[in-house]
């Protein structure tokens, strides 16, 4: 079945730490890859995605993420974070098996000043 | 370009009561969703239509949840009757894709708690 799996739940780093989010997905045919993010008080928004080509997507404020088909893996990073990236961090991916958008259960971040 | 609406913002009711919400999608967007948040999890979608057709609806809960898609633009999420555990945030999401594989604009979410 698809599935999406967020490793961390929960993540509290000082700013200027670098930042690195798991999230891994079964296998189903072909799968476009995201990351979204909610912001306290706003609505989910897209950070970045993958469809096709070079394996390493940049986003908005500074996100990256490497798409790793052998691991089945599409990573978040960030070299330094901010305060202002606090916030709750979900993993999706469209399967064109099920035609589906699932999403991970998240991870939330918190950034100390 | 306007969002995704949902209304109402939020609403409290009581356990067996019915409650009703509403989504008007970007203009043009042929794929909508509704996911329903618990808190601390991820979305889980519970139905998605291409146009006013179900393209899934696996994962609700048919005994009391029901949902439309009127013309192919609007949409209600409906829950008759209620119970304690449906307290979450719907959400109301729609694409411009035919087959859902870009990029899903999200609503600000309904917050239903249920006494």
């Known amino acids: 079945a698809q599935s999406v799996s967020q490793h961390n739940h929960h993540v509290i780093l000082s700013e200027a730490a670098s930042l690195e989010l798991g999230c891994n997905y079964s296998?189903?045919?072909?799968?476009?890859l995201f990351w979204y993010v909610q912001y306290p008080g706003q609505h989910l928004q897209l950070l970045l995605k993958?469809?096709?080509?070079?394996?390493l997507v940049k986003g908005i404020k500074g996100f990256e993420a490497e798409f790793i088909k052998s691991k089945f893996s599409f990573n978040l990073r960030k070299p330094s974070v901010q305060w202002s990236d606090t916030a709750e961090y979900f993993c999706?991916?469209?399967?064109?098996?099920?035609?589906?958008?699932?999403f991970g259960q998240g991870t939330t971040l918190q950034v100390k000043p | 370009e306007a969002g995704v609406a949902q209304s109402p913002r939020y609403k409290i009711i009581e356990k067996r009561q019915s409650v009703a919400f509403w989504c008007n999608p970007i203009?043009?967007?042929?794929?909508l969703y509704w996911y329903q948040q618990i808190l601390g999890q991820g979305p889980k979608l519970l139905i998605q239509?291409?146009?006013?057709?179900?393209?899934?609806d696996s994962q609700l809960p048919k005994d009391r949840f029901s949902a439309e898609r009127l013309k192919g633009v609007d949409s209600t999420l409906k829950i008759q009757p209620a119970k304690l555990e449906d307290s979450a945030v719907y959400l109301c999401?729609?694409?411009?894709?035919?087959?859902?594989?870009?990029?899903?604009?999200f609503g600000q979410g309904t917050r239903l708690t249920v006494v």
């Open positions: 999401a729609s694409s411009s894709s035919r087959t859902g594989d870009t990029e899903a604009f």
């Open positions: 296998y189903g045919g072909t799968v476009n």
């Open positions: 993958y469809f096709s080509g070079d394996p």
């Open positions: 999706a991916t469209y399967s064109s098996n099920t035609g589906k958008l699932i």
């Open positions: 203009s043009g967007h042929a794929t």
């Open positions: 239509f291409q146009n006013n057709g179900v393209v899934d």
